[in-house]
């Protein structure tokens, strides 16, 4: 299983103003995902960050307000830009676990809780 | 569209006992995997069970086990030997095929109390 860690763990910041989440992983990965859980719901996936290519984002993300980078294989961030307090949320690194060459489901990041005041 | 769907969004069992949290999917696909996430209060999501659509054997994790039925579309999680660490919110998930970029689909989660 792969170790991942994000940081911050959690912030408290201010309206229009942004914030970015790093995501480190112990192995190299080829996909990295990034969620964000809302108080008390589900997981929604933001985008998918490829190395070396332009993150795809779902429906309802856009990369002015959620950019990525992803400058290697062991590493991505996210920033959340312009924050308002919709904005509030735990925000979730993801990567691909693989069985002999499958993707066979998902490893998280302990999560970034930001509050938008 | 895929949909995972957990009807139960709270649930209590005694400790030491078993208890089953339902999940059920809906797709057109036949070749797919199935997952419970846990969440702790900590937050940390901890893959607990995966289960290949093609497999008609139940996928088992030490005290942790699965009821797939397929036709049915139902996922179900048992966990036998309940203890207070189980205490979390559970979520089915799906994924379609064995390749490609399909992403996971989350349910909304039940969130299991164990009482000691």
């Known amino acids: 299983s792969a170790v991942i860690s994000q940081k911050p763990s959690r912030d408290i910041c201010q309206r229009g103003t942004s914030l970015t989440i790093q995501c480190q992983v112990d192995?190299?990965?080829?996909?990295m995902f990034w969620y964000r859980q809302q108080p008390g719901q589900s997981l929604t996936l933001i985008a998918t960050a490829n190395q070396g290519s332009e993150a795809t984002y779902e429906s309802g993300f856009v990369i002015d307000k959620f950019p990525i980078s992803r400058p290697n294989l062991t590493f991505s961030t996210l920033t959340v830009s312009n924050m308002s307090p919709e904005d509030s949320s735990i925000y979730l690194c993801?990567?691909?676990?693989?069985?002999?060459?499958?993707?066979?489901?998902?490893?998280f990041g302990p999560g970034t809780r930001l509050t938008v005041l | 569209a895929q949909t995972v769907t957990q009807s139960q969004p709270e649930m209590s069992v005694q400790e030491a006992e078993t208890v089953t949290l339902s999940c059920t999917y809906d797709?057109?696909?036949?070749?797919?995997?199935l997952f419970w996430y846990k969440q702790p209060p900590s937050r940390q999501m901890i893959l607990v069970i995966r289960?290949?659509?093609?497999?008609?054997q139940n996928a088992t994790e030490n005290r942790f086990s699965v009821n797939f039925q397929k036709a049915a579309k139902s996922f179900s999680l048992k966990i036998s030997d309940s203890q207070l660490g189980d205490a979390a919110m559970y979520f089915c998930?799906?994924?379609?095929?064995?390749?490609?970029?399909?992403?996971?689909?989350f349910g909304k989660g039940t969130r299991l109390h164990i009482l000691p």
């Open positions: 192995s190299q990965v080829t996909m």
């Open positions: 993801s990567v691909e676990a693989t069985l002999a060459g499958a993707r066979v489901g998902q490893y």
């Open positions: 998930a799906y994924r379609r095929g064995l390749q490609g970029d399909d992403k996971i689909i």
């Open positions: 797709t057109s696909e036949s070749d797919y995997y």
């Open positions: 289960q290949e659509a093609y497999k008609q």
